[in-house]
């Protein structure tokens, strides 16, 4: 199977705080691939090397089969899209001039963007919010905003950073049909979260990463027969090895 993304030795530190180390994954293509983890596990910081936000140490990466170095990144930023936590957005753009920004920069026909663009606002329960200034939204509505200007930028690659984040029920049910067609036309979607149950349900790998490396990579099939006894919840905790509280420390209540 072809790798979307595959990393090798990848070194990230801040000071003398290792985040990554000798960090080795590999993503197929056309996956929807989850990665978990606790907090400060350093999901955010991979996320912002693979977009070129952040440099790293050492190591290498190749997404769709080109190295992410200087001769290729402009060639490789054109092809990701991402949702960030908290999102990159132009504060004193109104949604409106912001999604048309976004189209400008990778190139989207102007015959059918204007359609795009209200189609995309109106699923996502944004049209409102049209010609409201990006500074007078609330969370869930930049985050939506986010996740439409990476989808109208027709990515072969998407990153997706706790994208559920403060988005009510429907939405994050909308924005899963979203994903799931994406895939059906071969884009790869990898998405970091703490809500459990939507990764469990939406993704087809998930990996775990804690202690700066991927301690578990559960496919498709490891999964379903985990899963059998196990919620992805209790899988992920015994991974992990999170310290559970005596029985009595809430005798109060």
Same mark, same amino acid.
């Given at each position: 199977?072809?790798?979307?993304?595959?990393?090798?030795?990848?070194?990230?530190?801040?000071?003398? @705080?290792?985040?990554?180390?000798?960090?080795?994954?590999?993503?197929?293509?056309?996956? &929807? $691939?989850?990665?978990?983890?606790?907090?400060?596990?350093?999901?955010?910081?991979?996320?912002?090397?693979? @977009?070129?936000? *952040?440099?790293? +140490?050492?190591?290498? %990466?190749?997404?769709?089969?080109? !190295?992410?170095?200087?001769?290729? !990144?402009? #060639?490789?930023?054109?092809?990701?899209?991402?949702?960030?936590?908290?999102?990159?957005?132009?504060?004193?753009?109104?949604?409106?001039?912001?999604?048309?920004? &976004?189209? +400008?920069?990778? #190139?989207?026909?102007?015959?059918?963007?204007?359609?795009?663009?209200?189609?995309?606002? !109106?699923?996502? =329960?944004?049209?409102? $919010?049209?010609?409201?200034?990006?500074?007078?939204?609330?969370?869930?509505?930049?985050?939506?905003?986010? $996740?439409?200007?990476?989808?109208?930028?027709?990515?072969?690659?998407?990153?997706?950073?706790?994208?559920?984040?403060? %988005? +009510?029920? &429907?939405?994050? =049910?909308?924005?899963? @049909? %979203?994903?799931?067609?994406?895939?059906?036309?071969?884009? @790869?979607?990898?998405?970091?979260?703490? %809500? *459990?149950?939507?990764? !469990?349900?939406?993704?087809?790998?998930?990996?775990?990463?804690?202690?700066?490396?991927?301690?578990?990579?559960?496919?498709?099939?490891?999964?379903?027969?985990?899963?059998?006894?196990?919620?992805?919840?209790?899988?992920?905790?015994?991974?992990?090895?999170?310290?559970?509280?005596?029985? +009595?420390?809430?005798?109060?209540?």
């Amino acid at each position: 199977m072809d790798q979307a993304i595959k990393i090798s030795g990848l070194q990230k530190s801040y000071g003398n @705080t290792a985040v990554l180390e000798d960090f080795e994954l590999s993503v197929p293509s056309g996956n &929807i $691939f989850g990665l978990i983890g606790p907090n400060g596990a350093g999901k955010s910081t991979l996320i912002g090397i693979l @977009t070129g936000l *952040l440099d790293y +140490d050492g190591g290498q %990466i190749v997404i769709n089969g080109r !190295e992410l170095n200087e001769q290729n !990144e402009q #060639n490789i930023k054109r092809q990701i899209a991402s949702v960030l936590q908290p999102p990159l957005l132009f504060e004193h753009f109104t949604s409106h001039d912001f999604l048309h920004y &976004i189209c +400008d920069i990778y #190139n989207i026909d102007m015959q059918d963007r204007q359609q795009k663009m209200d189609s995309m606002l !109106e699923y996502l =329960g944004l049209s409102e $919010f049209k010609h409201a200034k990006i500074n007078k939204l609330s969370a869930g509505s930049r985050k939506k905003l986010s $996740f439409c200007a990476a989808i109208l930028s027709q990515p072969k690659i998407l990153f997706l950073d706790e994208p559920f984040e403060s %988005i +009510d029920v &429907i939405s994050i =049910g909308r924005m899963k @049909t %979203i994903l799931n067609r994406l895939q059906e036309k071969g884009v @790869t979607t990898i998405i970091t979260s703490h %809500i *459990l149950e939507i990764v !469990e349900n939406l993704c087809d790998d998930i990996a775990i990463l804690h202690n700066q490396k991927i301690i578990a990579y559960l496919d498709s099939e490891t999964r379903k027969e985990l899963q059998k006894d196990s919620s992805l919840s209790e899988i992920f905790e015994s991974y992990v090895e999170v310290e559970k509280p005596k029985n +009595d420390v809430l005798k109060w209540l």
